[in-house]
């Protein structure tokens, strides 16, 4: 069934194959690189959208797994959980901490683990959808899933 997935994407179906998360991948005819379109795709709430967002804490990748109708605010953020700064980071370091592009970064399939995070308002959908490992590829989740295959700790992030 992967088989004709892209190998960023074949990845995370076999990593959540491993968590024993059922939801598989879904190929969507056109990017979805933003919360908007992968909700508008998929005729869902914004906010049931999982974006993976890369940051850099005190210069360490973290990865923080918010509700698509959140903005992170990162000086709050980084007070929460003890650290001095949060930023962004570049699509270089994107790419080098996930092997993923901005725009499809699941979470997971990475080369080594990353702190996580994770929105507690996501706790409020059924189901909520994360990007898949490229800009055309997401898949279905629970908020408990999430959290279990991210190893995350939960937070609020906005």
């Known amino acids: 069934m992967t088989d004709n997935l892209h190998p960023r994407s074949r990845i995370v179906a076999d990593r959540l194959a491993e968590a024993g998360i059922p939801g598989k991948i879904v190929v969507l005819p056109d990017a979805a690189s933003t919360a908007a379109l992968a909700a508008a795709a998929l005729g869902i709430e914004v906010?049931?959208?999982?974006?993976?967002?890369?940051?850099?804490?005190?210069?360490?990748?973290?990865?923080?797994?918010t509700s698509g109708a959140h903005r992170v605010d990162t000086a709050a953020l980084a007070e929460r959980i003890g650290r001095t700064r949060i930023t962004r980071a570049s699509a270089d370091d994107v790419r080098a901490a996930t092997g993923q592009a901005i725009?499809?970064?699941?979470?997971?399939?990475?080369?080594?683990?990353?702190?996580?995070?994770v929105d507690r308002d996501l706790a409020d959908y059924?189901?909520?959808?994360?990007?898949?490992?490229?800009p055309h590829t997401v898949f279905p989740l629970t908020f408990d899933q999430l959290v279990a295959l991210t190893e995350g700790t939960v937070?609020?992030?906005?």
């Open 155 to 158: 937070v609020q992030v906005d």
């Open 103 to 117: 725009g499809g970064v699941a979470p997971t399939g990475h080369p080594a683990p990353l702190e996580a995070l």
């Open 126 to 134: 059924d189901e909520i959808w994360a990007a898949g490992g490229t």
């Open 47 to 65: 906010g049931a959208i999982a974006n993976s967002l890369v940051f850099l804490a005190d210069g360490e990748p973290l990865l923080v797994m």
